[in-house]
């Protein structure tokens, strides 16, 4: 009798992406369709955050940024967005003992000092509660836009040649990836979109240059572990060239 392989199984263990990044997209949708508001959505999107979060980890995926909050959602009706902060308050406080048995290490990238003081703490006190373990790196994108993200390295970049630290004959791609939020942590080998939408929406513009990206129909309160082993699966059977043939690999 033959034995049914798991899509786990299935994954080739010495080719799994170092860097793993989420746009989690289709929490309103996945509660319209159920009747129930928004932030309903967005509470059971939690679920799969765990679900993705521990299959990252039991994989030895080494960074898993998730697009949680852009720039642009302040543009999002009030209700909403204080809901959503309460939500990552009390997301925050319920996990980071998971994250520690866990050693996972918290991260953010984004604009951090303009989130409500509340939140920033919270963050804050979990980073540094975390900051010792070895284990997967959680990047939480919030109050992010790439646009914005860019625009502070340049600005950044300006200053130091202002200030003749820097030549503008020195500046290369590695100033500018140095000088984004995620300076120090590698570019994604693998970007993910839920809900059937084809588009990056502002996130690591910089970073995704050389990404390979897997969008899926799933809504994010539906993607869980099968889903992102799906996705890694799909990753695996791309050949990544960098700008070479097939034959100098």
Not at 223 to 241: P, S
Request: charged fraction near 25%; charge should be neutral.
């Amino acid at each position: 009798m033959l034995k049914f392989m798991s899509l786990k199984e299935s994954i080739v263990t010495d080719r799994i992406p170092q860097h793993v990044a989420i746009i989690m997209d289709g929490n309103g949708r996945w509660a319209k369709k159920r009747g129930n508001q928004r932030i309903f959505g967005h509470r059971n999107g939690v679920n799969a955050v765990r679900a993705v979060t521990e299959a990252a980890g039991e994989l030895g995926v080494k960074y898993l940024t998730l697009y949680a909050f852009s720039t642009e959602n302040w543009n999002r009706p009030r209700t909403e967005i204080d809901a959503l902060m309460s939500l990552l308050v009390s997301t925050i406080n319920s996990e980071t003992d998971t994250l520690l048995k866990n050693g996972v290490c918290l991260k953010t990238i984004g604009d951090m000092e303009s989130l409500p003081s509340g939140v920033a703490t919270k963050l804050k006190e979990a980073i540094a509660k975390t900051s010792g373990c070895n284990g997967l790196n959680l990047v939480l994108a919030l109050n992010y836009s790439s646009r914005w993200e860019i625009t502070n390295a340049i600005t950044k970049i300006a200053q130091s040649v202002a200030d003749g630290k820097l030549l503008p004959s020195d500046i290369t791609a590695e100033t500018v990836s140095a000088s984004l939020c995620t300076g120090g942590i590698p570019d994604p080998e693998l970007i993910i979109r839920t809900s059937g939408e084809y588009r990056l929406s502002n996130f690591l513009l910089w970073q995704a240059a050389y990404s390979e990206f897997y969008f899926t129909e799933v809504l994010w309160p539906d993607f869980d572990k099968e889903e992102f082993y799906r996705a890694v699966i799909d990753y695996q059977k791309r050949e990544r060239r960098f700008g070479k043939i097939s034959e100098q690999l």
